[in-house]
């Protein structure tokens, strides 16, 4: 069985790194799109504690873990990519 929690985890991280990638096409600068996620995922978890059944500590942390893993991916996969570009030329 699936466990709703991971399922909304997951689609919260993605709806964040479409954020992020949106704010970038704005002109934002990169440096500042770390912090934005981490705001973003704090955002998200003030959801995760009206609308879940977790307490505020628990709602902080999955807060900072969804931020911090929007940014990891976005900027993993950015990574990647780039890597297989210049190894293609």
């Keep these: 069985m699936i466990d709703m929690e ?12 479409g954020l992020l990638e949106f704010l970038q096409k704005l002109g934002l600068n990169k440096k500042y799109l770390p912090f934005i996620a981490l705001a973003f995922g704090l955002l998200t ?18 807060g ?21 570009r210049s190894r293609s030329k």
């Design 6 to 17: 991971i399922v909304g985890g997951i689609s919260a991280i993605a709806f964040i790194i």
């Design 45 to 62: 978890s003030i959801g995760y504690y009206y609308y879940g059944n977790t307490t505020w500590f628990e709602a902080i942390v999955i």
């Design 64 to 84: 900072i873990m969804l931020g911090l893993c929007a940014t990891g991916v976005c900027y993993g996969t950015r990574e990647m990519v780039d890597a297989f």
